[in-house]
Nanobody
Framework: QVQLVESGGGLVQAGGSLRLSCAAS????????MGWFRQAPGKERDFVAA????????AYADSVKGRFTISRDNAKNTGYLQMNSLKPEDTAVYYC????????????????WGPGTQVTVSS
């Protein structure tokens, strides 16, 4: 069992930065794939970024490439999403997810999800 809790969301002006954290409980987290997703009002939950257990493989949605960076610290059981050059269209609830299977993480079918943290980018 893995429990996830996001933090670090908030209100920021366009062009600003935020760093989201995903604190995980459970020893299995260090061996799991981890991802970030987001859901804007009235829209589906979309993939943002994913990382493997050893941090040597990452993937990003085209809309965030070059602006967002996913990372993790297994010693702290924590994942991160550094978001730079934020745009109003980045406004959404951001969720972290984890699973032992990479395809489940990448395609929005992870077993474990956090409750989400709101990110609002003003223009």
């Amino acid at each position: 069992q893995v429990q996830l809790v996001e933090s670090g969301g908030g209100l920021v002006q366009a062009g600003g930065s935020l760093r989201l954290s995903c604190a995980a409980s459970g020893r299995a987290f260090s061996s799991y794939y981890m991802g970030w997703f987001r859901q804007a009002p009235g829209k589906e939950r979309d993939f943002v970024a994913a990382i493997n257990w050893s941090s040597d493989s990452t993937a990003y949605a085209d809309s965030v490439k070059g602006r967002f960076t996913i990372s993790r610290d297994n010693a702290k059981n924590t994942g991160y999403l550094q978001m730079n050059s934020l745009k109003p269209e980045d406004t959404a609830v951001y969720y972290c997810a984890a699973d032992s299977e990479s395809t489940k993480v990448r395609y929005n079918k992870s077993t474990y999800w956090g409750p989400g943290t709101q990110v609002t980018v003003s223009s």
